[in-house]
């Protein structure tokens, strides 16, 4: 069975700090994606970054970027330079070749930027 | 490129009637995922499809629930009759397989419907 988990029901950042989100994930599947989403107070679930469980390097795409370490199983996203915009619901997700298609989800963590 | 496309953005209905739910996936993408959000349960995958074809419906509460995905533009999500613990946010996500590592696949969600059942 897969499982995600986040420690951190919220988290609170000044603006223009980095913050960072805790993942951790329980898998016994060798190959893997791990997926961040955003979720802002508008509902909308947004794709953010993407890690695979083969890739060497750690993703990044634009101010986010994934902490991954792997014998640790955990996936940590970094925001850098946070910005008010940024404030919202983070979900880390997992999937895995034997749990075919399905995304197997955390329960979040809310992230409060403020000025 | 338009994104997936949910319909409607809200609902409300009262308890004993029907209620369906619309989703129009990216263009090309071969997986259709269903997807409802409570407070109290997260996100849990309901229903998916392959190629227009349900794969997977062990998360599909009841048999109130029904799903169909009659072409590879279009998925409906049907509940029959509603009762007020099926309030939630439904989301339809979509993805493209690329079949030599799947599990690296991108879900793309839709706005969502939010449910009211009263």
């Known amino acids: 069975a897969q499982k995600i988990t986040q420690t951190q029901p919220g988290m609170f950042v000044q603006e223009k700090e980095a913050v960072t989100l805790d993942c951790t994930y329980d898998?016994?599947?060798?190959?893997?994606?791990l997926f961040w989403y955003k979720q802002p107070s508008s509902g909308e679930m947004i794709f953010l970054i993407y890690?695979?469980?083969?890739?060497?390097q750690n993703a990044t795409e634009g101010r986010y970027s994934l902490n991954f370490q792997k014998a640790r199983k955990s996936a940590n996203l970094v925001i850098s330079a946070s910005q008010l915009g940024d404030s919202a619901m983070y979900f880390c997700?997992?999937?895995?070749?034997?749990?075919?298609?399905?995304?197997?989800f955390g329960k979040g963590t809310m992230l409060l930027v403020s000025p | 490129d338009a994104g997936v496309i949910q319909s409607p953005r809200h609902e409300v209905t009262e308890m004993g009637q029907e209620v369906t739910l619309r989703c129009k996936p990216i263009?090309?993408?071969?997986?259709l995922f269903w997807y409802r959000q409570t407070m109290m349960r997260g996100l849990e995958l309901l229903i998916y499809?392959?190629?227009?074809?349900?794969?997977?419906d062990s998360g599909m509460p009841e048999d109130r629930f029904s799903a169909k995905m009659p072409n590879a533009s279009f998925s409906t999500l049907k509940i029959q009759p509603s009762e007020p613990r099926d309030s939630a946010v439904y989301f339809c996500?979509?993805?493209?397989?690329?079949?030599?590592?799947?599990?690296?696949?991108?879900?793309?969600f839709g706005p969502g419907t939010r449910l009211t059942v009263l």
């Open positions: 997700a997992m999937r895995t070749v034997s749990g075919y298609s399905t995304l197997t």
């Open positions: 996500a979509s993805s493209l397989a690329r079949q030599s590592r799947i599990y690296t696949d991108t879900q793309y």
């Open positions: 898998t016994s599947d060798p190959s893997y994606g």
């Open positions: 499809f392959n190629n227009n074809v349900p794969i997977d």
């Open positions: 890690q695979g469980s083969y890739d060497q």
């Open positions: 263009s090309g993408h071969d997986y």
